[in-house]
């Protein structure tokens, strides 16, 4: 089945800047890459998306990149804001069937 | 919540209990699902159903069972048998059939032992 770590388990970073998380994936089949966003008490939210046919992704300040080669699909959030702070999930397919999802990373914005 | 309902928010278990976690959604999606949420871990898949009257185990679903008599809804219970039962539990749908692609999330029941 597929296996997806996830870096880092925390993260936090100055309001304004940037923040990147990486995931890497192990099934060579999976074709499509979701994020997941979860605020405190809350299910998670559908953020943005990628498929292996692409290697960038953007929607305003939120990008995702894919490289198929190396196995690995990172987010990166640009000019960061206090409501960017929440708990953020990876996730792939296991050989195009259900979804496997990484370990989540805690992102903190600092005033 | 995109129009996914989940209730009860908070839920207690006694020893021995089945307790089920209603879920229901109005967005006429086809595929429903139920995750388990532990902390500092992802989401695990219990059960999950592509068409009324079907469903499919996932990763983890022993010691639960599910129904899917209406394509609104997907209750899920948790039987005695699961001996581990305290967590947070998701339910979520998407528009097609396929298992992996754009789920909507409810906000989810936490589910304690006493």
């Known amino acids: 089945g597929e296996n997806v770590e996830q870096h880092p388990s925390t993260l936090s970073v100055q309001e304004g800047d940037s923040a990147v998380i990486k995931c890497t994936y192990s099934?060579?089949?999976?074709?499509?890459f979701p994020w997941y966003k979860q605020e405190l008490g809350k299910g998670p939210q559908l953020i943005i998306d990628i498929r292996s046919n692409v290697g960038e992704k953007k929607d305003q300040r939120i990008a995702v990149t894919l490289n198929k080669t190396a196995k690995h699909f990172s987010l990166h959030i640009t000019e960061t804001q206090p409501e960017d702070s929440a708990v953020y999930f990876c996730a792939a397919p296991a050989g195009n069937e259900k979804l496997t999802f990484g370990t989540g990373t805690r992102l903190t914005i600092i005033p | 919540d995109g129009g996914i309902t989940q209730s009860p928010k908070y839920l207690f278990r006694k020893e021995g209990q089945n307790v089920t976690l209603s879920c229901e959604q109005n967005?006429?999606?086809?595929?429903m699902y139920w995750y388990r949420q532990d902390p500092g871990q992802g989401l695990r898949l219990i059960y999950y159903s592509q068409i009324v009257n079907d469903f499919q185990k996932g990763d983890i679903a022993e010691g639960y069972s599910v129904s899917r008599e209406k394509k609104e809804s997907f209750p899920l219970t948790v039987t005695s048998a699961q001996k581990n039962p305290t967590a947070f539990y998701l339910c979520?749908?998407?528009?097609?059939?396929?298992?992996?692609?754009?789920?909507?999330f409810g906000s989810g029941t936490q589910l304690s032992v006493l």
């Open positions: 967005l006429n999606h086809d595929a």
């Open positions: 979520a749908s998407s528009p097609g059939t396929a298992t992996n692609e754009k789920l909507f």
């Open positions: 099934d060579s089949a999976s074709n499509y």
